[in-house]
Each structure stands twice: as C-alpha cells, then as structure tokens.
C-alpha cells in the first residue's frame, strides 16, 4: 500500500484540527491514538493548492483521528476518502467504540465548520473539555447487575464464545468478565492431570466431569483442592458409570453443594453403593438424576451386558443411601420415579427440602405404591415449595397417579407450595381438594405427550395414555381454590362441556397470566372451531402468552409420517395463517398480551412451539427454532434409530396406523 495519502481540503481541514485537538489534550483521545510532537505534517507543493499529503509516521493516528472527527461533525467520509484511508464502515464502527469517547456529548460543544473557499477559521473547544478525562464506553457504565445479565446471554449464546470475543475488548471488561467466563469448566478424567491457573481460580464453581474409556477412579478430583468457589459437580459420559470413589471425594469439600448427573451417567457396572446411611452423610443440597423414560432395550445390543431388570435394581440401590445421605441439608432433588426410595423417604424427615421432582416412567406396581407412600412422604416435607409428578403410566398399570388418594387433606399443610404439576393426575385425589392459597402454577398434563403416545410405537407398545376428558377436567378445577394461580396448563380431550371449562378458567383465575391449552377432538371426524374457543379466552383480560395445540382436524399428525416427508412442508403455511388470525382475534380484547404459540410436527420428535408476537403482527414474522426450551416434547430416544418407519395415527394418503 503506498505510504502518502492525498486528501480533500475539506478532509485537510478536519484533520488538521484532530491533530491539533489530540496535541492539545493532555491524556489523548483512549490512550493508544495519542500523536506525539515528533509526528509532523509536510504539504507537498506538487499536490497542488487544494491537496496535503501526509507521511508515514501520522498513518497510523491520522486515518483513525480522521475518521472520528468527520463523524463528530456528522459528515462521514466519502466514498473515494473511505478508499483512500482503507477503512471499512465496520472498522470506523469499531474505532468509535474503542476510543471511549461519547461522541453525542463531543458533538453538541463543538461548532459547524463553515464549507466555503475563503480561509478556514480553526475548531475551538473549551478549556473544560479539553482537559476533562474521556468518558467510558456505554457498555462500562451499565450497572453490574445488567453487565452480568448481558454476559450470561452471551455465554448462553449459540454458537459460543461471544463473551469470549467481548472480554478482549480491553481490560476492564476482561475482570467484569472473568466470573462468568470461567464460572463453568470441565475436566476429562484419565488425561494428564492438570493444576488450574491461579488466575482462573476464584471464579470456577461449576466443573463438569468426562470420563475417557476406562478412566480410573483415582484420577478423579485431582483439581479440587485448588478451587475453592466449586459449588456444583456434573458427571457426563463415563464409560462405566459413576463409582462411589467419586460420589466420596465430593462428600470431603463442604463447598461443593450440588451433584448432577447427565442423561449419558448412570450407576452402570458400578458396585452397590455402600447401604449404611451412616457411612453416605453429606451436606449435599441438589441433587438431579436423569429421569428419562426407559425403554426396553434393543437385544443385539445389550443381550451380552445388563437387563432392564438388573439396571433398574443396580440404580435404586445406589440412590438409596445417596438420597438418605442429604436428608437432613437437601433443598431440591429431581429423582427417576420409577427407582426412587419413596419408601424409604417417608421415614425420615426433610426439613429443608423446597423441590422434589419425581419424572421419567412410573414403577409397575404404581397402583400400589404411590398411594401407600407419597402421603406419608409429603407429611414429612412441611416447607416444600414445588412438587412434579411427571412419569408415564407403564401398561400394567390401571388407574391415574395418585398423590393423596383417600387420605383426608386436612392433615397436610401445603400453604407454602407455589408449584404443582401432575400427569394423567387421578381425578378423584384428594390432593385437589387440599388447601394451597398460594400456588402460582398448575400443570394438569399428560407425559410422554399424547401425540408422541399415538405417532410412536415404542411410547404405546409399553405405555398408556388415559386422558382427562372435558367433563373431569372441570370437576378437578371446580374443587381448587387458587386465587393467586399465574400460569395455567391443561390437557385434555373434549366433549360436551368444553365450553363450560374453557368460561370457567376465564372465571376462576381472575390473575392468570400464562395459559397452556393441550385439547384434543373427542372423534376423528370432529372440525375444530379455533374461533369459537378464542372468544372464550379472549374474556381473560390479564393474559400474557398464550400456547395451543388444537388437534386441527387438518394436521397431518404428529411426525407424519416419515414416509411423506412433505407432509409438514405443505401444513406449515396454514398453521401460520392460523396463529396470526389467533393472535389478530385477540389483541383488542386483551390488552396485555404479548404473544401466541402453536405446536408444530417437523419430521421428527421433539415437537416445537411456533411463536407469534405481538409486535411481530404488522410484518407477520414468526419466531420459530428447536432450542431445548421451546420443544414442547421429548427427542426421541438415542437407542432407537431415527431411521426406523413410524407409521403415522391418522389416516392419510401415504400411511395407515
């Protein structure tokens, strides 16, 4: 590139007063672009009256003084000068940011240039702001709570390392980052062991552990006496599941407060942990247990390994004395039902526990052992806040979940539960007549979902999905009093009094402010009024969002088929239409809502949420992706082929079911 620049006498003009600007304050303009005394310009008589050249050592200050000072008068450089100077738009951009400087502020003191052949008068500037220190970048002087709500959505960002990039900027957002950057490490167990930079130990407090293929359990832990902020350890992927010796390094750091498991760890081929509750004590706090449903497993693969019988066993052994171990510190536990201690639980007290989460498949014998065990559990657990019972009904199995059954509800205080969610809950517990004045959400749901049950062979070849219809749906609201309820989620299948439901919600939860609507058409041959029911719930003035899976009678079905893989490409288009007429209809008679979601079948399991917002109406853009927390049902199982043919539950052109 040729080291002298020929520049306008306009563009003479406006850099001659940034050098005499930039010599003038005593700090420079950010440090880095301030021109020392040494840096002189010459004026090549050959260039002509109207022309400067400037010589190599201003190249680097000029081109960016230049720029900063043609933008502070509202005059960006043209076309030709942007080439000369060899900047893009995207590099003055950056330039403006990286100098500090509030260019807004700096515009309002300084006076317009007057273009016009005569002599140019110099730019002035007060005394006061020449000497006063530049102002921080915007991004500085936010406050640090906001500045630690941009960094955790840059570090949840896909795909990653934005806040990475953003910490590099300069050295003030380095330590604003440094907490959040490093806050979550990993550590693979059987490599070379590793101390962990002084630098970086003060912020990690959540490790996460991959095994290599036949990792030693000795290896585990190494880095622990070095960190002394972990609070949080998560096991992914070890080859031969979790031993004790590493459940019994985290018992020996107080700090460490939280155990996660990974869908990929498990307890197999690990020895029983030792079932003496005396030698499992901890202070452990959280502990979460993958509570996927468990399907038989294919027989090439696993006939030579473990039964389903044998890992089921193995499982329950081992989380009975790490669930006893923190009875008397655990605040949350998430828990797989079907092998979860729920008898042994309901001997010992809980006087800490806030959430427990009991999903994945419910045990054969649920009829039986729900009832006898969950009421005197729930005796024992006075200060819980969130109770989920989300597990599939196995088919040897007759009846609903039953958190209460028979016994009278009286004689439990769940005054202090906020949250509650049930599937295929029994509409006859007693649970529903309980007193709970402050529970802000309700979930009355089904699981696995109902259309994943019927599109699925490998749901409803060992499960069963007994749906709540219309008519029991309301006898379970009308027996609730929840008049603080926020968020609201239904399931069920219509008939004859659908509308008196719909009318009652409207009615009964004046502050709803979050609706989920899972309704099903009572016959194959049944059209749904989509209008009908958005005049309904239209009434409820306080509703925010809005979510909806109608059953429409021309949906192609859930995943339809694999075999016509069109089949959604030609259903999307009217589904869309749909969800704008839905949120058309409503925005007049509810002033406070914000958007309307409706579920939408790719070719393959989970389903998603199509989102249309309010703001979005005039342009009519959906918002539409399968991040984890907008699917609306589970992947399908990584043991089961995503080629295998599912045939579809609706009759169509392509397939039978």
Not at 159 to 179: A, Q, T, W
Not at 567 to 593: N, Q, S, Y
Request: glycine share 4%; aromatic share 8%; hydrophobic share 35%.
């Amino acid at each position: 590139m040729d080291s002298r620049f020929q520049l306008s006498a306009d563009d003479t003009k406006y850099y001659s007063i940034a050098v005499a600007e930039l010599r003038r304050r005593s700090d420079g303009l950010g440090g880095p672009y301030y021109l020392p005394s040494s840096c002189s310009s010459t004026v090549d008589a050959k260039a002509g009256p109207n022309k400067a050249t400037w010589t190599q050592p201003t190249d680097f200050v000029a081109k960016r003084v230049f720029v900063i000072y043609r933008h502070l008068h509202g005059h960006p450089p043209g076309s030709n000068t942007a080439l000369m100077l060899s900047m893009s738009s995207f590099q003055r951009e950056l330039e403006l940011r990286r100098i500090n400087v509030d260019i807004t502020h700096l515009r309002s003191r300084c006076a317009p240039i007057e273009h016009s052949k005569g002599e140019q008068q110099p730019l002035e500037l007060p005394d006061t702001e020449l000497s006063s220190a530049p102002l921080p970048a915007p991004i500085l002087r936010v406050d640090h709570d906001v500045f630690t709500i941009i960094a955790d959505h840059l570090l949840r960002r896909k795909p990653s390392g934005s806040l990475s990039k953003l910490s590099v900027c300069c050295r003030r957002l380095r330590e604003l980052s440094l907490p959040l950057l490093f806050s979550r490490c990993t550590v693979f167990v059987g490599s070379v062991p590793a101390i962990p930079p002084a630098t970086i130990r003060p912020y990690v407090r959540h490790l996460t552990y991959v095994w290599y293929w036949r990792a030693v359990s000795d290896q585990f832990g190494t880095e622990l006496p070095y960190l002394p902020s972990v609070q949080s350890i998560t096991f992914d992927t070890p080859a031969y599941g979790v031993p004790w010796e590493a459940i019994q390094t985290c018992r020996s750091y107080p700090n460490i407060k939280t155990i996660v498991f990974n869908e990929t760890a498990t307890f197999y081929r690990v020895p029983p942990y030792p079932q003496d509750i005396a030698l499992t004590t901890s202070t452990f706090e959280e502990l979460s247990y993958p509570s996927f449903i468990k399907l038989p497993l294919p027989t090439k693969l696993w006939k030579s390994l473990v039964t389903m019988d044998q890992l089921r066993a193995l499982e329950s052994a081992c989380l009975l004395p790490l669930v006893l171990g923190m009875h008397d510190t655990a605040r949350s536990l998430a828990l797989p039902l079907e092998t979860a201690p729920i008898a042994e639980m309901a001997t010992v007290d809980w006087p800490s526990l806030q959430r427990l989460s009991l999903e994945g498949s419910a045990p054969s014998d649920a009829d039986r052992r729900l009832p006898m065990n969950m009421p005197a559990m729930l005796r024992r657990m006075r200060r819980l806040q969130s109770l989920t019972l989300n597990a599939a009904l196995p088919r040897s199995t007759t009846g609903r979940h039953r958190v209460l059954g028979n016994v009278p509800p009286s004689e439990y205080e769940l005054s202090n539960l906020r949250s509650l969610v049930l599937s295929h809950p029994d509409p006859d517990d007693n649970i529903f007549s309980a007193s709970m004045p402050n529970l802000l959400h309700l979930s009355l749901r089904d699981w696995p979902r109902h259309y994943d049950f019927l599109a699925l062979s490998y749901y409803h070849a060992c499960h069963r999905s007994p749906l709540l219809t219309a008519t029991e749906m309301l006898s379970v609201l009308k027996r609730l009093h929840l008049p603080e309820l926020r968020t609201l989620e239904l399931v069920y299948r219509a008939d004859h009094v659908d509308d008196d439901l719909l009318r009652y919600v409207v009615e009964a939860f004046p502050k709803l402010r979050h609706l989920e609507i899972h309704r099903y058409r009572p016959t194959p041959s049944s059209v749904v009024d989509y209008g009908h029911i958005i005049r309904i719930i239209s009434s409820l003035k306080t509703l925010a969002t809005l979510r909806l899976h109608l059953d429409f009678e021309d949906d192609p079905g859930a995943y339809a088929c694999d075999l016509n893989a069109y089949a959604h490409t030609f259903w999307l288009p009217k589904l869309t239409k749909r969800g704008w007429d839905i949120l058309k209809m409503m925005v007049d008679a509810c002033p406070e809502l914000e958007s309307v979601a409706l579920v939408f079948f790719a070719s393959g399991p989970p389903s998603t949420w199509i989102w249309f917002h309010r703001a979005s109406l005039a342009a009519r853009k959906p918002v539409y992706n399968s991040y984890p927390g907008n699917c609306d049902s589970m992947p399908r199982p990584s043991i089961h082929s995503r080629r295998t043919k599912t045939p579809c539950s609706r009759t169509c052109t392509t397939c039978t079911g």
